[in-house]
């Protein structure tokens, strides 16, 4: 597997997998009519994308950039999405691990996650492993497509930088 910055090109199967990610409910705040335009500007748009390519084609991907601007812009944050069918298989770790490279590259102070969806078991156990903190939940967040109204987590890890 690959990782390497997304192109134009990629994006119908990109697209392909965030719909399918939507469908399921459980993890993104986005609805059923989320259309292919904002999903291209949000991620062709001031964010940096990256995509993980296997034999099987485009398996998974994330975008990251600062969490705010201005004075908030020392902290970077990302959104990582893996095709259903390839989920569990290590790819997630692998994009986390990319995103936390390229932070620390360009000078990110921290890493924060704003809207982890707390039932979300295999993105928060991930994130934890790599040294996230939960450092605040917001209670009934998320309207969780099976299981109602569950708490987000915001979630946040220090990355160490040369004037540490
Ligand atoms: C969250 C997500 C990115 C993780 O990607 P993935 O490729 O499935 O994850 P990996 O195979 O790298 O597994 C990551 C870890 O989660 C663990 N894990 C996998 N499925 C799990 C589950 N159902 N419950 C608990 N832990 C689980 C794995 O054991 C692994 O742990 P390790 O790295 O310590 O060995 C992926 O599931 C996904 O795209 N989900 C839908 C979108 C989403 O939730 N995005 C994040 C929004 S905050």
Redesign the pocket.
């Known amino acids: 597997m690959q990782i390497r910055q997304a192109r134009h090109s990629d994006l119908d199967a990109m697209w392909r997998i965030c719909q399918a990610?939507i469908a399921a409910g459980d993890?993104?705040p986005f609805s059923d009519d989320f259309d292919l335009e904002t999903f291209r500007s949000h991620w062709f748009g001031s964010h940096a994308s990256f995509v993980a390519v296997a034999e099987a084609g485009i398996v998974?991907m994330y975008k990251f950039g600062a969490n705010y601007p201005g004075r908030g812009a020392h902290v970077a944050s990302a959104?990582?999405?893996?095709s259903p069918e390839?989920?569990?298989?290590?790819?997630?770790?692998?994009?986390v691990e990319h995103s936390l490279a390229r932070a620390q590259d360009a000078g990110y102070r921290a890493m924060q996650?704003n809207?982890?969806?707390s039932t979300?078991?295999?993105?928060v156990?991930?994130y934890r492993?790599l040294g996230f903190d939960v450092v605040g939940t917001l209670p009934q967040a998320f309207r969780h497509k099976q299981l109602g109204f569950v708490d987000a987590h915001v979630m946040y890890r220090h990355l160490s930088s040369q004037s540490d």
Do not use: D, K, S
Request: net charge positive; charged share 10%.
């Open positions: 990610v993890a993104l998974g959104t990582y999405l893996v390839a989920q569990g298989r290590g790819i997630g770790r692998a994009l996650f809207y982890v969806v979300n078991a295999p993105a156990g991930l492993r």
